[in-house]
């Protein structure tokens, strides 16, 4: 296993052993937290009502973009749909191919650019890939290299502003940081550490907007409980 690669390493240990794991989150927002490893395993009965709903609208031949563990992708499977899972960890890749997903690519997003798809997943909040708003410019302009005429993009994100909000309701920004959804993460696993990234979470108005600008027509398919929520990008021009 490469040395940064915590996310990789954890889910072919648990793999293998079955431990109750964490990967430890740390962020430039908030005190650190954990992923549980298990939950990356999540069978489709064990999926919120958002990743089922994702899974219902997926059409067409389906890129499954940071695929991880390959949860959604091996739940594609089993309903007789066309998926290809894409991670850029090699232990992630290591760890479908062992569990049965038929179609993997160890690879960049950004480095596809010979396939035609009709849907691009992005769950657990996918889109973060975008790491700011820039990046969300580039992987939307991307995005139309490899979805086919009137493809269409599901992707989970969250409005993350209720994290910067006082006591009494009022909301405290720095204006001079930027867009408050541009966070930093660094991720570690025994001896394992990714290193400082950046990851998107983006409101439903600004990412219309994003949409609209590189032509896609916009949609708010579910709205969770925790700002969260799925949308569909469907490729117009």
């Not at 998926?83 to 569990?99: F, Y």
Request: hydrophobic residues 40%; charged residues 25%; contains cysteine.
């Amino acid at each position: 296993m490469l040395a940064n690669d915590p996310i990789g390493t954890a889910l072919s240990d648990y793999l293998k052993e079955k431990q109750e794991t964490e990967i430890i989150v740390e962020s430039n927002l908030t005190e650190d937290d954990v992923i549980p490893v298990p939950y990356l395993f999540r069978s489709e009965a064990e999926m919120p009502e958002l990743e089922l709903l994702a899974l219902d609208e997926c059409r067409g031949k389906i890129l499954d973009v940071g695929a991880g563990s390959g949860c959604h992708a091996l739940a594609l499977q089993k309903r007789k749909k066309e998926v290809t899972a894409l991670d850029i960890s090699e232990g992630a890749i290591q760890v479908m191919q062992q569990q049965g997903v038929k179609q993997v690519l160890h690879k960049n997003i950004y480095d596809l650019t010979d396939g035609k798809y009709d849907t691009l997943l992005l769950l657990m909040n996918g889109i973060g890939i975008a790491g700011t708003l820039f990046g969300l410019d580039r992987l939307l302009t991307h995005a139309k290299s490899i979805l086919k005429p009137g493809g269409q993009i599901l992707l989970e994100s969250a409005d993350i502003l209720y994290m910067f909000e006082d006591e009494d309701g009022s909301v405290l920004l720095d204006l001079n940081a930027g867009y408050y959804g541009e966070v930093k993460y660094n991720m570690k696993y025994k001896t394992h550490e990714s290193g400082w990234f950046n990851w998107l979470f983006i409101d439903a108005a600004i990412l219309q907007d994003y949409a609209s600008k590189h032509g896609y027509e916009f949609e708010v398919l579910y709205e969770g409980e925790n700002g969260n929520y799925l949308a569909r990008l469907t490729l117009t021009k």
